[in-house]
Antibody
Framework: QITVKESVPTLVKPTQTLTLTCTFSGFSLTDFGVGVGWIRQPPGKALEWLAL???????RYSPSLKTRLTITKDTSKTQVVLVMTNMDPVDTATYYC???????????WGQGTMVTVSS | DIQMTQSPSTLSAFVGDRVTITCRASQTISSYLAWYQQKPGKAPKLLIY???NLENGVPSRFSGSGSGTEFTLTISSLQPDDFATYYC?????????FGQGTKVEIK
């Protein structure tokens, strides 16, 4: 059974750096075609895709946020980390991670974690 | 970048109604088009992938169709559990995109 789970809710100050961890089980990031993506959703607004890490370590980023985002996997390959720099109150949102397959796209989602940016 | 535009933004319908939501892409896209259902406070749930493939466990009243730049999600007979927000999602281009969502409300 595939599960993904985001790290605990976070409060960060403007200009600080956000680090989020996605812990997964039931698959390996070395499995062909697999990936882990990050998506966010400001309160009352639509989903926004942020970044994707593929099984072959290829990485993709939202063009509008590319300069602020870094996605990596840890050496154990059971966690994916998203770093977002220079946080602003408009970045306040629920952040989701999700399992990706080539066929289904983002098929298994975590419950989401709330990130609040406030001084 | 590809933009995905959903219509309508809000839809009011009765239980039992046939409901159709449209998603238009700013350019021709491949068949890697998915639909999600989201309820308040919950993560999105995959309903349909590759335009018309029903995810395991999703009721058959949901169906998807389309090609090129226009895609639709149809609910053949709206049930109380279906009142939610629906998103389309393109997942083949270099930069992925979600539609802005369609909220289905009780009439």
């Amino acid at each position: 059974q595939i599960t993904v789970k985001e790290s605990v809710p976070t409060l960060v100050k403007p200009t600080q750096t956000l680090t989020l961890t996605c812990t997964f089980s039931g698959f390996s990031l070395t499995d062909f075609g697999v990936g882990v993506g990050w998506i966010r959703q400001p309160p009352g607004k639509a989903l926004e895709w942020l970044a994707l890490l593929y099984w072959n370590d290829d990485k993709r980023y939202s063009p509008s946020l590319k300069t602020r985002l870094t996605i990596t996997k840890d050496t154990s390959k059971t966690q994916v980390v998203l770093v977002m720099t220079n946080m602003d109150p408009v970045d306040t949102a629920t952040y989701y991670c999700a399992h990706r397959t080539a066929e289904r796209g983002l098929d298994i989602w975590g419950q989401g974690t709330m990130v609040t940016v406030s001084s | 970048d590809i933009q995905m535009t959903q219509s309508p933004s809000t839809l009011s319908a009765f239980v039992g109604d046939r409901v159709t939501i449209t998603c238009r892409a700013s350019q021709t896209i491949s068949s890697y088009l998915a639909w999600y259902q989201q309820k308040p406070g919950k993560a999105p749930k995959l309903l349909i992938y590759k335009v018309s493939n029903l995810e395991n466990g999703v009721p058959s009243r949901f169906s998807g169709s389309g090609s090129g730049t226009e895609f639709t999600l149809t609910i053949s007979s709206l049930q109380p559990d279906d009142f939610a927000t629906y998103y389309c999602h393109e997942y083949n281009s270099y930069s992925w995109t979600f539609g802005q969502g369609t909220k289905v409300e009780i009439k």
